[in-house]
Nanobody, 126 residues
Framework: QVQLVESGGGLVQAGGSLRLSCEAS????????MGWFRQAPGKKREFVAA????????HYADSVKGRFTISGDNAKNTVYLQMNNLKPEDTAVYSC???????????????????WGQGTQVTVSS
């Protein structure tokens, strides 16, 4: 099992930036993938971005392409989500997820991911 702890959320004005961090501990390794999901009030949890530890391949939701960047620091077992040009519709609880690459078939589905962090609130004011 992987333990995940997110940080970096907060309140920001539209057009601003935030960087989220997700530190992993426990059974981690190069054969893992990590992802970010978000859930706004009254809405389903939705995929934001994902990265493979090995090779660094990334994938983004269309709604954040060109604005968000996911990256990883293997030495720190930490994944980051740099969010630029934030919009009010980005307001949500952002959660980090992790699982073995071979386990996650549909990376955009939250049901494919086995380990989750507690989430961090991001609020973008207009």
């Amino acid at each position: 099992q992987v333990q995940l702890v997110e940080s970096g959320g907060g309140l920001v004005q539209a057009g601003g930036s935030l960087r989220l961090s997700c530190e992993a501990s426990g059974r981690t390794g190069s054969n893992y993938a990590m992802g970010w999901f978000r859930q706004a009030p009254g809405k389903k949890r939705e995929f934001v971005a994902a990265i493979r530890w090995s090779g660094g391949g990334t994938h983004y939701a269309d709604s954040v392409k060109g604005r968000f960047t996911i990256s990883g620091d293997n030495a720190k077992n930490t994944v980051y989500l740099q969010m630029n040009n934030l919009k009010p519709e980005d307001t949500a609880v952002y959660s980090c997820a992790a699982d073995l690459v071979g386990t996650v078939v549909i990376i955009t589905s939250p049901y494919e991911w086995g380990s989750w962090g507690q989430g961090t609130q991001v609020t973008v004011s207009s």
